[in-house]
């Protein structure tokens, strides 16, 4: 099901009941009590895109269960390109009536997809919006000054977006930096100066040999370790 663009009035927007799942239910007490901003980084194919799936396919699956499916639509956009086509065929997800796909060119792109949305009245069925990556065009634009402005225009549009009781859940690209005290590499996504104080909840995805860890960062330490399968993940 595709994003198209829509001149309808504007919406007021309602805050959604629907509950979000990941299937593991340790992991849910910390990303989805409420509606957050969540922030999940890690090198490219950690699996950042399928936990964003399988977390659309648990909650899907869990609205299904209570009556709720009509009620429970979710936005994937894409930064990357259509690098997501062929994980969520896989999954049954790509022609869902429950979720919109879009794929933004750049962040003006991706805030007019936004703020689009919200003037439609299908906001009001929206239980989370998930951006694939959201750095993607800062990390390749970082010197502009413009696309640092752009960037955090972005996540104030989140910010209201959040507050009104949707979730946003968003992958980052990441780079290495230089620890100030000692001077050892670490990696961390771009952006991160605004990125760290806006997001809720932070995770970042290691691997390590054939294994995967989602190691909560903020607000509170926790690992999971788990896999990714042809059904979606597997929580160890």
Known sequence: MSMMNSTGTDH????????????????????????????????????????ILNVIKCSISKARETHDLYRTLFVYISTEG???????????????????????????????????LIRTSLISRVAMIAIDSINFHYRVEASSIDETK???????????????????????????????????????????????PWADVIARIEVLHQHRILIVEKPKHLEIPFSIVKEGIAWH
């Open 12 to 51: 007021v927007m309602k805050r959604f009941s629907t509950e979000l799942t990941s299937c593991n239910e340790k992991l849910d007490s910390v990303l989805f009590s409420e509606p957050k901003k969540i922030l999940i980084y890690g090198r490219a194919a950690s699996g950042k895109t399928n936990f």
């Open 82 to 116: 259509p690098n997501y086509i062929e994980r969520a065929e896989q999954l049954g997800l790509l022609d869902s009536e429950n979720v919109l796909y879009a794929e933004a060119l750049d962040t003006l792109h991706l805030i007019s997809l936004i703020s689009t």
């Open 150 to 196: 752009r960037f955090v225009t972005l996540l104030t549009l989140l910010d209201v977006i959040s507050s009104n009781g949707i979730w946003v859940l968003a992958s980052a690209q990441i780079r290495e930096a230089v620890n100030n005290i000692d001077d050892l590499t670490h990696i961390e996504p771009s952006g991160f100066q605004y990125l760290e």
